[in-house]
């Protein structure tokens, strides 16, 4: 069973949809949002598993409804003819419901939408980066959830095959970027490289020492992370 909400400040647009989902039987709407500000607390708290999410509402646009979100849901989005949300979805290769939709095109986008929601994250982050030298959240996996998390919030990374492991004070969570790709996405005055197989977030490196022949930082939370001699010269700046 799939958990939907609906956002979409049109009455009869979500009337509309209420009935064409009432159908089946293993989509069940959980709660529906007339605005962006109520879409993002209404989501954040529920948790559904899928979201019809309208572009043009007041107070938050959809897109920008998605980049306040604390994960990201698998994403329906629906506009009347808008040029510049219509060109970003044709970027990306992903469908979208144009209004006005009757059950027919409803019904052939449903499945096709859902089964390519591997395009929503580059869309996501791409609007993450809007206006911004460097996105201040990224998205990782944390098993098939989504998760949004503030990149000041990351202590380290570290190599994980073609992936990358990153973690939090508290938590650890998955990329599905190489670390070099991963990296690069963040402010490299504030992230540097210790080796090549893993890379920290300066503000939370307290101390760096020499341990026989090898040299390592201490992170805030008493963990520690070897330094390559490659690296050594730029850290010993930041931390000396």
């Keep these: 069973m799939k958990t939907i909400i609906i956002i979409d400040d049109e009455e009869d647009?979500?009337?509309?949809?209420?009935?064409?989902?009432?159908?089946?039987?293993?989509?069940?709407?959980?709660g529906e949002a007339a605005n962006g500000y109520d879409a993002v607390q209404l989501i954040n708290e529920l948790k559904p598993d899928t979201i019809f999410l309208d572009i043009q509402m007041p107070g938050l646009n959809g897109f920008e409804v998605l980049t306040q979100l604390e994960?990201?849901?698998?994403?329906?989005?629906?506009?009347?003819?808008?040029?510049?949300?219509?060109?970003?979805?044709?970027?990306?290769?992903?469908?979208?419901l144009l209004k006005p939709y009757g059950r027919k095109r409803f019904e052939s986008a449903l499945e096709r939408i859902l089964k390519n929601q591997e395009r929503i994250i580059p869309f996501a982050e791409e609007l993450l980066q809007k206006?911004?030298?460097?996105?201040?959240?990224v998205i990782l996996h944390k098993g098939t959830r989504k998760?949004?998390?503030?990149?000041?919030?990351?202590?380290?990374?570290e190599a994980f095959g073609d992936y990358t492991k990153v973690?939090?004070?508290?938590?650890?969570?998955?990329?599905t970027k190489?670390?070099?790709?991963?990296?690069?996405?963040?402010?490299?005055?504030?992230?540097?490289?210790?080796?090549?197989?893993?890379?920290?977030?300066?503000?939370?490196?307290?101390?760096?020492?020499?341990?026989?022949?090898?040299?390592?930082?201490?992170?805030?939370?008493?963990?520690?992370?070897?330094?390559?001699?490659?690296?050594?010269?730029?850290?010993?700046?930041?931390?000396?």
Excluded: C, W
Excluded at 149 to 155: F, L, P, R, S
């Design 178 to 240: 190489g670390i070099s790709q991963l990296k690069d996405t963040f402010n490299p005055a504030s992230f540097l490289r210790l080796h090549r197989s893993h890379f920290a977030n300066m503000s939370a490196v307290i101390e760096l020492k020499k341990m026989d022949r090898y040299h390592y930082v201490y992170l805030t939370d008493g963990r520690s992370l070897r330094v390559s001699e490659t690296y050594l010269p730029e850290i010993k700046k930041m931390v000396l």
């Design 167 to 175: 973690f939090t004070k508290k938590e650890e969570f998955l990329s």
């Design 13 to 30: 647009a979500r009337d509309l949809l209420k009935q064409y989902i009432s159908v089946h039987q293993k989509l069940l709407i959980i």
């Design 147 to 157: 998760i949004m998390v503030h990149v000041d919030d990351i202590m380290y990374a």
């Design 131 to 137: 206006d911004a030298s460097f996105p201040p959240k």
């Design 71 to 96: 994960e990201i849901p698998e994403v329906i989005f629906s506009t009347a003819y808008d040029q510049y949300a219509i060109k970003a979805f044709e970027v990306h290769a992903m469908d979208y």
